[in-house]
């Protein structure tokens, strides 16, 4: 049986000028034409440097994308991963126009709906409706045809109230729900979504993400879809790409896909910085167990100690710790103090042990983040530390002994699992 595709980039590549705004001085656009007439190949193609945010480089050229080509068939809805940089927003606006590739070419089998940044496509002097109507009009939509899917717009979008205020005195929250809402009702065959959900609350993510699925399965339209948040992802998408440095890496089934991203987020057991200011900071992360291996047995206890400096005197801080699953979901908090038993505490460097019990992680990925604070005023730690642990099952017995043992999950009689704290210094 034939596919059905409805989108096919060929060898796209797409190169920059770094520092400069436009493609260059005039001597360089007068080179690329005298080769043009000539028939010759755009000599500055021969140079540039892999698009690797982390490196200084030694062009001023840098390719974003490098030969990218893939199909997409109708109906399906296409994940693209990757971490910050590695060339997702760029693939997404050359599939949207928005920019030209320096080389390839793109085939769609369709008209395309996207929703890049905040407020893309909407003229901020217009009102709500106003904009829904040249949003329409942008995608070869009769007035008549818009009109019959106004009252379904407005009501996705939750902006009822304000439909007749100009966009501009919306929030960003508003404008992506209005957003949104005319990108997905107004029934392109390509949607294009980058990311901007993030912008939108819970509830509304939700629903968008429930309409996403509603649009590809029963109205056979087609979804291309950016987010860093990996359940999102892997609840939506059927099939995935992703992208480093501006490379395809591996393509096919969303969760295949998924795990090659995840395990590229290499297992790191140990962070050391500082993370707070001169009252509580957080000096150094470890986790470990009996042999110190990357990947823990299940059949093994997991170790967590924290080293954390206290500037001044506290009767009322937090120091706990938060176990997220591969996709950033909390699965478990650890707490030094809980919110409602608190302990005075002196200035010093402290040592805090957190010990996890065999048998009480089921096998995967695991992300650690780390929390001090003083409850309801002030969080010091401001970012994750970025550690990742794996856990294994150390037989064949797998993880039947924890599904069948995880009573102490449940929020009422889940053990603190904290140790101990000791003062160092």
């Not at 001597?27 to 190949?41: A, Y």
Request: charge should be neutral.
């Amino acid at each position: 049986m034939s596919k059905d595709i409805i989108l096919k980039a060929e060898n796209i590549s797409k190169q920059y000028r770094l520092g400069q705004v436009g493609t260059g001085t005039l001597s360089h656009d007068l080179n690329r034409w005298w080769h043009s007439i000539r028939g010759k190949e755009n000599p500055y193609l021969k140079i540039g440097d892999t698009n690797d945010r982390s490196t200084k480089g030694e062009s001023d050229y840098v390719w974003a994308l490098q030969d990218i080509k893939f199909e997409v068939e109708r109906g399906e809805v296409l994940g693209i991963i990757g971490k910050n940089g590695a060339g997702k927003s760029t693939l997404l606006k050359i599939l949207s126009r928005v920019t030209a590739p320096t080389t390839g070419s793109i085939k769609f089998g369709g008209r395309v709906a996207s929703l890049l940044e905040v407020g893309t496509g909407f003229n901020g002097e217009m009102t709500g409706r106003e904009n829904i109507y040249l949003n329409g009009a942008i995608l070869g939509m009769t007035k008549k045809e818009i009109a019959s899917k106004i009252a379904e717009i407005i009501e996705f979008s939750g902006c009822e109230r304000y439909i007749d205020t100009p966009v501009k005195r919306y929030s960003s929250g508003m404008t992506v729900r209005l957003a949104f809402a005319v990108a997905a009702f107004l029934e392109p065959e390509i949607l294009i979504i980058d990311e901007v959900l993030a912008v939108g609350d819970a509830e509304f993510q939700k629903k968008a993400i429930g309409k996403m699925q509603d649009i590809s399965k029963s109205g056979g339209r087609t979804v291309l879809f950016v987010s860093h948040n990996m359940a999102a992802v892997r609840s939506l998408c059927t099939r995935g790409i992703l992208l480093e440095n501006g490379k395809i890496i591996a393509e096919g089934n969303i969760d295949k896909v998924l795990n090659i991203y995840l395990k590229s987020n290499h297992y790191r057991n140990i962070w050391t910085g500082e993370d707070g200011d001169n009252s509580m900071k957080l000096l150094k992360v470890e986790i470990f167990n009996k042999n110190k291996n990357e990947i823990f047995m299940n059949t093994d206890p997991i170790e967590i100690v924290l080293k954390v400096e206290i500037g001044d005197k506290f009767n009322d801080i937090v120091i706990g710790v938060t176990i997220c699953s591969a996709t950033g979901n909390p699965l478990i908090g650890l707490l030094y103090n809980d919110y409602n038993d608190y302990n005075e505490i002196e200035p010093g460097i402290y040592e805090v042990f957190f010990v996890i019990p065999p048998y009480s992680l089921a096998t995967g990925d695991y992300e650690v983040g780390v929390n001090l604070s003083i409850p309801y005023v002030k969080r010091f730690t401001t970012e994750k530390s970025n550690l990742v642990f794996g856990v294994t099952a150390d037989t064949d017995y797998g993880n039947k002994f924890f599904l069948e043992n995880n009573q102490n999950f449940n929020s009422v009689s889940r053990p603190n699992w904290f140790e101990s704290i000791e003062k160092i210094y």
